[in-house]
């Protein structure tokens, strides 16, 4: 008998083995007295698959960072951009990716931050007295609280009608041909610096900031394009559009960490923090180089771009050649 029961515990560790992990073999009666089989041990199957599993998370979060980084202050979408790579890369799950998108714009403000540092230390400094550095913090202010408004009010609504590709791709294509139009139009500039803004076209840039509540419609292209109708020249518009992006992007994050926390595990802070990180480091490089592209060319390439990109992707959810969340 005792032959017979060294030979039964080997073949069982074995079943066990090919049919389940090590959680279902410890639940095996005496199979922690059997001698392990040479070679396995089923307690690194999970450790593995979990390692694995971590490394794609993590490096499709710096994908979306650095997608993010990129598209943030271009007239071209970041959130649309967002959308369309998460539901590309199957990126967590809906919940999640919505809080992950809108924690990482923080990451991207940063790089305005660092970029403008000198300019907005200038203006807290002089913010105790009247001149052009308080008047520059009222016009933020003032041109921040429309869309805050506005998505305070209507952003819930807005996502579950329109945060889905199709939609955006219809926004990217309506973007581009008013891009267009606003390059097209004779532009008579009336504001040549962000110090030169009043507080009344401060708040119609602002009321321009909320359409960028439609995803695909990108908040930089509609408060830098808003601009330019209302006569900021194209450095006024941009560095403006800048300097609104940090109480936006900010409010946003905040108020999205704070009433989706529900949602938030302490393993996901290896995620949002790689794509906090790859979103601020690519943003720095896409400011400076809008900065310099603005200085001798029009937006033009970026309604095209929006054209050709929206028209992709319409065309690849018609055809069914890409499953897309429609």
Known sequence: MRGAS????????????KSSPAREFSRIPG???????????????????????????LFKSLIMGIVEGLTEFLPISSTGHLILTGDLLNF?????????????????????????????????????RAGRERNLLINVAAAFIPAAAMGFLFNNMIKAALFKPVPVALAFIVGGLVILWAEKRQHTVTVETVDDLS??????VGLCQC??????TSRSGATIIGGLFLGLSRKAATEFSFFLAIPTL????????????????????GIFAVGFLASMVSAFFA????????SSHTFIAFAWY???FGVIVLLTAWRGWVDWTV
């Open 6 to 17: 060294c030979c039964i515990r080997p073949i069982r560790v074995t079943h066990a083995l």
């Open 31 to 57: 199979a922690h007295d059997a001698p392990w089989p040479a070679g396995y041990n089923p307690a690194s199957f999970p450790a593995h698959r979990h390692t694995s599993m971590d490394m794609i998370l």
């Open 92 to 128: 967590l799950d809906k919940e999640k990716r919505d809080v992950f998108e809108i924690f990482i714009q923080f990451g991207a403000m940063l790089a305005v931050v660092w970029e403008y540092r000198a300019k907005i230390g200038q203006t807290l400094a002089g913010a105790g």
């Open 199 to 204: 507080l009344l076209d401060a708040i119609k």
């Open 211 to 216: 359409f960028a509540l439609i995803p695909g």
């Open 250 to 269: 900010s409010a946003a994050s905040l108020y999205s960490l704070w009433k989706m926390r529900h949602a938030l595990e302490t393993q996901d802070i």
């Open 287 to 294: 400011v400076r180089a809008l900065l310099k592209f603005i």
């Open 306 to 308: 929006r054209i050709a």
